[in-house]
Nanobody, 118 residues
Framework: VQLVESGGGLVQPGGSLRLSCTAS??????????MRWHRQAPGKERELVAA????????LYDDSVKGRFTVSRDNAKNTVYLSMNSLKPEDTAVYYC??????????WGQGTQVTVSS
């Protein structure tokens, strides 16, 4: 399974970005997979930002991003998105896409850098 993230970059505080993560190389149903976005800032542990749980559609957000970030998916394109609004300097991190298959195997993308700075 391969996960490829894109959409990171440099943005000013208050700005917006949309990250994409496209999955390939699998035989199970993408729509049944749990998709997650994590981030890791320098000197800190990787933390969960948002998740879409399996095919049920349940969505979870970390309290620090509620109301600002939105996770969505396009099952026809095997892609999950993270729309980030009202970005803050503390959102600066490498953002990783994760997939958990219906069988419970976990996979990670290579990460994309998001820098929020004036």
């Amino acid at each position: 399974v391969q996960l490829v993230e894109s959409g990171g970059g440099l943005v000013q505080p208050g700005g917006s970005l949309r990250l994409s993560c496209t999955a390939s190389g699998f035989t199970f149903a993408f729509r049944s997979s749990t998709m997650r976005w994590h981030r890791q800032a320098p000197g800190k542990e990787r933390e969960l930002v948002a998740a879409m749980i399996g095919s049920g559609g349940r969505i979870l957000y970390d309290d620090s991003v509620k109301g600002r970030f939105t996770v969505s998916r396009d099952n026809a394109k095997n892609t999950v998105y993270l729309s980030m609004n009202s970005l803050k300097p503390e959102d600066t991190a490498v953002y990783y896409c994760g997939l958990v298959s219906p069988m419970g195997s976990a996979y990670w993308g290579q990460g994309t850098q998001v820098t929020v700075s004036s």
